[in-house]
């Protein structure tokens, strides 16, 4: 095709004018500079008017509970599996007595953070598809339908026991609050000012410390109801397990609605549609600049000179290509990115290979610093409510304070010098646990507890909130969600590490016996966690464009 030169305008065709009108006057390299820059100014506002207000208040109270709710949902089931020994295995004989046996017992503890690690990758991808809030409420009914589902769980079948069905409910309830984790950290991190940032999402992150309690503390209420029904049957602790999951399910109902009527941040509706406009039909604008480079050819040359298409493609190849938008591989492809998202996922990994190791066996615990009781003498409810008791203490001591700690000095310390602190302490306290651990038990069982209160203190005042924190950060919009997934799947990964194969061999050479050995190995990833630490930036007080750099996300 092509082009024959006029004296005139009006043999421009009106398709060609109209490709020639949309066109911004004067496209080049800096005129799309321009956009980012417009965009940034935009976001700096948004980060300058952001005040705590009552719409604020209310997305923090939703994402709190969440965390408070998520919390009960996976630490119950230490109380679930204890009570459930007294309901199938009363009649088992020797050490049998009482007691799940240990697939059983793994399986059920094991099956939220199969779920989880699912949920967050899941979830956390369709956060960044889809958009936060979306997804947001649809893990939440996914939470609320599969508690209520697991409290009702039975053997179906021969074959098919209450355990299995228990496993399966709660594989899908963890898939739900899977998606709480990169969700949550999103929503409130795109929503918060930079100097308030850090501690607003640790705070909600806390609210898992009130979980951890409220589990014990409701235990207890149920069993102390039931004790006398109790005494005289003990097959009566059938309907406690269950009141104590189904009750897990009231914290998001109550907050259901607002869920549902969230809306996502500015920021990521900006991202979304910069996005994309980045990546939008090239043909078009490549229409759009030939139909002006002819124009202009037309205008300036005589009627006897005749100019093809190939011309045209030949000039305009010289003009400036639009940004485009980096893929996700595009930009974790490159090794400055992919080492942050490596930090973030090892580091969580590392640390719930020891947190859910020891807080998913607190009974391990608990029995360690003489406070679970008799299991063959006593009576069950007095057994159970002794062990819930102990699982109070635990936390009051050292988990609860340690989740404030950090929320009171992350936006002084920074996150980064939080996590190498606590991580450096960690391997130091689970190398004296391990190699001293006989020893400090049998000559105090003070110094004990006072070294196991600080190993639970500085998980907290530590890594176990600065892992949830940082990816929440780091990472551009369009990505955030999908990489906080990646982190936090990683975390549970380790957590299942833990609970399926570490925590088997803490019987191995007798009852309790290489649990001295465990903490060595924990003081090891503490170790690794502190080294993968060194990739993170701090982020401390800067804006989410100026910490991830928003120019490297487009090319």
Sequence with gaps: ??????????????????????????????????????????????????????????????????????????????????????????????????????????????????????????????????????????????????????????????????????????????????????????????????????????????????????????????????????????????????????????????????????????????????????????????????????????????????????????SSAQIAQPRRAKTFMQYFSEWRHLKVLLGTSIAWFALDVAFYGINLNSSVVIEAIGFAGDLYNDKPSKYIIRNCLGNIIINILGSVPGYWITVFTIERLGRKSIQLMGFGMLTILYIVLGFAYHKILDKSEAGFIVLFTLAQLFQNFGPNVTTFVIPGEVFPTRFRSTAHGISAASGKLGAIVAQGGFMQLKDRGGKNQFIDHLLEIFALFMLIGFLVTWWIPESKGKTLEEICDESEEYY
């Design 1 to 314: 095709m092509s082009f024959k030169p006029s004296n005139s305008v009006a043999d421009i065709s009106e398709e060609q004018k109209q490709q020639i009108s949309d066109l911004p006057e004067g496209l080049d390299m800096d005129e799309r500079d321009r956009d980012l820059l417009n965009r940034q100014r935009e976001l700096e506002e948004l980060d300058s008017n952001t005040k705590v207000n009552w719409e604020m208040i209310k997305k923090l109270t939703v994402c709190g509970v969440a965390f408070l709710n998520d919390a009960y949902d996976m630490f119950a089931i230490n109380i679930v599996a204890m009570i459930l020994g007294f309901v199938y295995y009363h009649d088992a004989a020797g050490s049998a007595q009482n007691t799940v046996p240990k697939k059983w017992d793994t399986l059920i503890k094991i099956a939220v953070q199969i779920g989880c690690l699912l949920g967050q990758l899941v979830m956390g991808r369709l956060g960044d598809k889809l958009g936060r809030t979306t997804v947001y409420a649809a893990s939440l009914m996914i939470a609320i339908i599969t508690t209520v589902a697991s409290a009702f769980s039975n053997s179906m079948v021969k074959g098919f026991n209450v355990f299995i069905v228990l496993f399966i409910w709660r594989v899908i309830l963890g898939f739900g609050i899977g998606g709480d984790y990169p969700l949550t950290a999103t929503i409130v991190s795109e929503y918060a000012s930079p100097q308030k940032r850090g501690m607003m999402i640790s705070a909600v992150f806390s609210c898992q410390g009130f979980g951890n309690v409220l589990a014990p503390i409701v235990g207890i209420i149920v069993t102390a109801c039931f004790k006398n029904a109790i005494d005289d049957d003990v097959r009566n602790l059938d309907y406690v397990w269950r009141i104590i999951i189904g009750i897990g399910c009231i914290p998001g109902v109550a907050t259901l609605y607002w869920r549902l009527t969230m809306e996502d941040s500015k920021r990521y509706q900006l991202e979304t549609a910069k996005a994309a406009a980045a990546n939008a039909d090239e043909d078009m604008l490549r229409e759009k600049l030939l139909a002006k480079q002819e124009f202009e050819n037309q205008l300036q040359t005589s009627r006897d000179e005749e100019y093809t298409v190939d011309n045209s493609h030949a």
